[in-house]
């Protein structure tokens, strides 16, 4: 997919994550509890192929509590389901993109079982109005209740803009829609939520409307479906780079890049894992010369930075990501701190970090920083660096991928475009980050690449066998 694809639409993290479910159609749905139409559902449904089954009628069973539920959706729309169950996301295929210039995606989840982060209606709605002071023209629309498929729902509506990129042109404001429909059964809570982004057209209500109106939720024991429509591409490689450009500096020049991380997914075994490089490697960069590789992006940014990566480990990075310090510290800051647990004490008067007894303390967004910039203060230096921010990221992810995070990161995006970069766009994690909660943070393996210590015309290098690197990873994947 091209970089330069709807980059406006960085909206990503966003309705990704709040994806899906929709019926642009209103065909007559058949209620669940027809048998025949549920057994020919849960033949077409029950699979684990990588392709979509038949399933001409568009229809989707999922079960809660004492009941089931069921919905039509349209043809040019993509159905994923977590591995657990507890959500189904429904996203536009790029063709439907490219001719609105717009999303609309839906998401519909489980109040009762997400992890008992999202404990109620009220939690929810409270949850994403946390936005109102960190997005643009933030607007409850409405508030009210409404009856769905015979049982009794609460519907918010709200409007709001982000700044969000454009190619490599700057930061333009995109309109944005959310509601959320909370439907209220015996002994479950679901919530649905409904995502249009882009240049808002005036059929959106239409959309989201249709996919209500086939909702229907009937007695259990017919169907349940159970399945994953998995992108064609069989991995998706991401570089983090972390930048030591400070506030003062943003966007007047590029610092050299504390933090190297390589993230690979594979949405179809789910598997993944982090590959890091430690800054002091040695590369050769073209019309720059032998350097350490943490200099590609100063000297030439996200391309040269990624060419340099390519060449060194025979990965095919998808997209970037880079942030500087102050956007790494709010970020931390806004998703409310981290636990982090010290084997041993760590004090660096450079980095300022000053944790002087082992033990797990909760960090925010500047002792986070500390933590990951330190390397003065252990033996191993640089190696002991890397390690801490592959825990970092580790423990980042297990503690802060919850549903709450989820519905707040528009106010996320606003503050990595601050203070950062990316070129992911919203079709590049339509088709792998609504797979996230599918995997298992802290199953992911976090590796280093093989390196040893050497000297060059009197500079300390880590020196790097571009085969031996190929080898190990290739071995990894």
């Known amino acids: 997919m091209s970089r330069t694809i709807i980059k406006f639409f960085i909206i ?38 990588t392709k979509p089954p ?16 069921s919905f039509e959706y349209p043809k040019d729309m ?36 997400s992890e008992d982060v999202i404990k109620s209606a009220d939690d929810l709605i409270t949850s994403f109005e946390w936005l109102s002071s960190r997005v643009d023209d933030f607007k409850k629309m409405s508030d009210e209740d409404r009856e769905v498929a015979g049982i009794a729902t609460r519907e918010v509506r709200y409007s709001y803009q982000m700044s969000l990129a454009v190619d490599k042109g700057g930061l333009t404001p995109t309109n944005v829609v959310d509601y959320f429909l909370i439907l209220q059964g015996k002994d479950f809570t679901a919530a649905l939520k409904y995502t249009c982004a882009g240049e808002v057209p005036s059929s959106y209500d239409s959309v989201y409307e249709g996919m209500v ?21 069989n991995s998706f490689d991401l570089l983090v780079l972390g930048s030591d450009t400070h506030p003062e500096n943003h966007g007047k020049e590029r610092g050299r890049t504390d933090c190297i991380i390589i993230l690979h997914l594979n ?69 409310g701190g981290m636990d982090y647990t ?49 825990y970092f990221l580790k423990q980042f992810a297990q503690q802060k991928f919850n549903m709450r995070t989820l519905i707040q990161l528009p106010a996320i ?24 909660p599918s995997f298992v943070p802290i199953e992911f393996e976090a590796y280093t690449i093989p390196v040893q210590p050497g000297f060059e015309n009197g500079v300390s290098y880590l020196i790097a066998d571009p085969n031996a690197v190929r080898a190990f990873i290739e071995e990894k994947l």
């Not at 930075?305 to 990965?315: P, Y």
């Not at 990595?416 to 992911?424: E, Q």
């Open 54 to 69: 038949e399933n001409p009628n568009n229809i989707y069973f999922t079960s809660f509590g004492s009941a089931n539920l």
């Open 213 to 233: 109106e086939s909702i229907k939720v009937g007695p259990t024991g017919t169907a349940t479906g159970d399945m994953n429509r998995l992108p064609d591409e």
């Open 413 to 436: 995006i606003n503050i990595l475009n601050k203070y950062g970069k990316t070129d992911i766009d919203l079709l590049t994690l339509s088709k792998y980050a609504i797979l996230a």
């Open 267 to 335: 949405p179809v075994d789910k598997t993944g894992f982090l590959v890091s490089i430690p800054r002091d490697t040695k590369v050769v960069l073209p019309e720059h010369g032998t350097n350490k590789i943490n200099a590609a992006y100063a000297f030439g940014g996200e391309d040269l930075a990624i060419q340099a990566v390519e060449e060194l480990t025979g990965i095919d990075i998808d997209n970037y990501a880079v942030v500087d310090f102050y956007g790494f510290v709010s970020v931390v800051d806004e998703l």
């Open 78 to 113: 993509n159905l994923f389901e977590n591995k657990s169950g507890k959500y189904i996301t429904l996203t536009l295929s790029e063709e439907k993109v490219k001719e609105l210039g717009a999303i609309y995606s839906f998401t519909l989840f489980f109040i009762n079982s």
């Open 12 to 49: 990503s993290f966003t309705v990704v994550f709040l994806l899906s479910l929709a019926a642009c159609g209103k065909k007559e749905l058949v209620p669940l509890y027809d048998d025949t139409t549920a057994e020919a559902a849960k033949e077409a449904l029950q699979t684990t192929e």
């Open 342 to 390: 010290f084997d041993a004490p760590l004090v660096d008067g450079y980095s300022y970090a000053n944790f002087t007894q082992a033990g797990t303390f909760h960090l925010n967004g500047e002792q986070a920083l500390s933590v990951v910039r330190s390397r003065h203060a252990t033996a191993r230096s640089d190696f002991d660096r890397v390690d801490r921010q592959k």
